[in-house]
C-alpha cells in the first residue's frame, strides 16, 4: 500500500504501545484511529462555543472555532490527496489546530500569555500539543499518567505549527517547557526547525478558511461592504491594517495588485450585499471559487518544483506563490480593518482582558480548590508556583467564551 512506503513504523508509533483490541472492529490505519479520537474529544467539542471572529452568540450564521476547524479540515485534505501525503492525517491536524485556543480567541491567548509569564507564557499551538499528549482524557501510560490521546508520531507532527520551543526573544512557538519530553519524542529524527509536509498544508488550508471565511461572516454580518473598497481613503486605512498584522513590508501597488487580482474572480461582486437567496448564493460561490484558486496554484507551484511523485512528511515543503500570499493577506486584512479593529469590537475585547484576568486571580487565589476535579491531581503534584500557575492557566484555556462568564460571575461576585 502506497501509505507503507510515505509513512514508516516510527511515523506510526505511538508514545505507549497499545494491545490489541479485545472487542472485534473493522480493520483502520493508525491515522484512521488518530482521527477518529479527535473527532471524539471533549476538546473538539468546546470548540463550538469559543469565538472565531465574532462570538459564538453573535447570530446563527457566524463560524466560530468549531466550524472554522470543520472548513480547514476540509480544505486541508482536498490539498493533501493530490499531493499524495495521508488525507486522514492532514484532516486530523487541522481538526486539532485550534484546540488549544482559549476562550476569546486571540484576545484570550494574548492576556493569558501575560499572565502565565512567570510559567513561561501562554501560546495556542504549545496548548494543543499539552492537550493532545496530556490534559485529554483518553490513554495513560505505565504509571497511571495521563497521555491523552496517544496519537501516532506524525499525527502529532502534523499538528504542530511551530515545531520549536519559546524563542529567547519571543514568538510563536509549539511546545513548553514541562512539555519537552513528549515534544522530543514526537520530533524524534526530524530536521531542526522544520515543519513536516502535512503540518504546512494545515497551516496554508488554516489561512485559506481564514480569508475567505471571515470575509463572508463580516459580509453576511453588516461589517464588510465590499463597495466602498473603490475608495482611495478606504483603501489606505485598509493597506495600514495589512501591513501591521501581515505583509509589514509590503507598499500601496503590491496590496492593490493582489486586491486587483481577486477582484477579477467572476463571482466577486461589488454591489451591496441584501441578503438575498441570490446574494448569499453569489457569495457562497465566492468563497468556493477563491478557496480554489488558492489551492489550486499551491498545487501547482509544489508540483512544478518537485514532480508528480506522492509526497509525504518531510520529502517536501508546500510551495506557496508570493501572489496568492499577498492575496489571502488582503482578504484577512479586509476582515481585521472592518470587524477587528472596530470601535465596538475593541470595547469588547477590552470587557474580556479584564474578564480573564480577574478570573485568573480568583483561581490562583482559591490555591486549587475551584478548579475542575480533573485538574486536582495536576495541582497538587505542581511542585512550585510555576508549576500551579501553568495548572491555573490550563484550566481558563479549557473554558469557552460562555463558561468564562459563568465561571467569572461564580467566582469574582464582587465585579
Known amino acids: 500500500m502506497i501509505w507503507d512506503d510515505l509513512y514508516d513504523d516510527a511515523a506510526r508509533a505511538r508514545l505507549v504501545e497499545e494491545p490489541a483490541k479485545r472487542v472485534p472492529a473493522p480493520v483502520r490505519t493508525p491515522f484512521e484511529r488518530d482521527r477518529a479520537r479527535v473527532v471524539h474529544s471533549a476538546s473538539l467539542r468546546r470548540l463550538a462555543a469559543k469565538t472565531q471572529v465574532l462570538g459564538p452568540q453573535a447570530d446563527d450564521f457566524v463560524r466560530n472555532r468549531l466550524t472554522h476547524s470543520l472548513e480547514v479540515a476540509q480544505v486541508a485534505r482536498d490539498l493533501a490527496h493530490p499531493l499524495g501525503c495521508h488525507p486522514d492525517l492532514a484532516e486530523t491536524a487541522a481538526l486539532a489546530h485550534d484546540l488549544g485556543h482559549p476562550p476569546f480567541g486571540h ?3 494574548q492576556v493569558l500569555d501575560r499572565l502565565a509569564a512567570e510559567c513561561g507564557g501562554f501560546e495556542g499551538n504549545a ?17 497511571g499518567r495521563s497521555i491523552g490521546l496517544n496519537l501516532t508520531r506524525a499525527t502529532l507532527d502534523a499538528c504542530t505549527k511551530y515545531p520549536w520551543p519559546r524563542p529567547a526573544g519571543g514568538g510563536k512557538f509549539g511546545a513548553y517547557a514541562d512539555d519537552q519530553p513528549v515534544f522530543g519524542w514526537m520530533r524524534q529524527d526530524a530536521p531542526e526547525g522544520r515543519r513536516c509536509l502535512e503540518a504546512e498544508v494545515m497551516d496554508f488550508a488554516d489561512d485559506v478558511a481564514y480569508s475567505v471565511h471571515d470575509l463572508e461572516d463580516g459580509i453576511v454580518g453588516g461589517h464588510i461592504d465590499l463597495a466602498v473598497l473603490e475608495s482611495r481613503s478606504e ?34 461582486s461589488d454591489r451591496g450585499y441584501d441578503g438575498t437567496r441570490a446574494a448569499l448564493s453569489q457569495l457562497k460561490n465566492l468563497t468556493s ?20 511523485e506522492p509526497l509525504a512528511r518531510y520529502a517536501a515543503s508546500l510551495v506557496v506563490p508570493e501572489k496568492t ?31 480573564i484576568e480577574e478570573l485568573f486571580a480568583a483561581l490562583v487565589a482559591s490555591e486549587g480548590a475551584d478548579l475542575d476535579p480533573s485538574l486536582h491531581e495536576d495541582y497538587a503534584a505542581a511542585a512550585d508556583d510555576a508549576a500551579r500557575i501553568r495548572v491555573v492557566v490550563d484550566q481558563i484555556a479549557s473554558l ?16
Not at 495589512?242 to 463571482?267: F, H, K, M, N
Not at 500570499?325 to 479593529?341: F, N, P, S, T
Open 107 to 109: 484576545n484570550g491567548e
Open 289 to 308: 471559487d477563491l478557496i480554489g484558486v488558492f489551492c489550486g496554484s499551491v498545487h501547482t507551484a509544489t508540483r512544478a518544483r518537485y514532480g508528480e
Open 325 to 355: 500570499g499577498d492575496e489571502i493577506a488582503v482578504l484577512k486584512g479586509i476582515a481585521a480593518h472592518y470587524v477587528m479593529r472596530s470601535p465596538e469590537r475593541r470595547a469588547v475585547m477590552e470587557r474580556q482582558r479584564t474578564l
Open 235 to 268: 483603501l489606505t486605512g485598509v493597506w495600514e491594517t495589512v501591513r501591521d498584522w501581515y505583509l509589514p513590508d509590503a507598499g500601496d501597488d503590491r496590496l492593490a495588485a493582489a486586491l486587483a487580482r481577486v477582484r477579477a474572480v467572476g463571482t466577486w
Open 127 to 143: 496548548q494543543t500539543l499539552r492537550i493532545l499528549t496530556r490534559l485529554e482524557a483518553k490513554s495513560v501510560d505505565a504509571n
Open 400 to 415: 469557552t467564551d460562555a463558561s468564562a462568564v459563568t465561571w467569572h460571575q461564580r467566582l469574582c461576585r464582587s465585579s
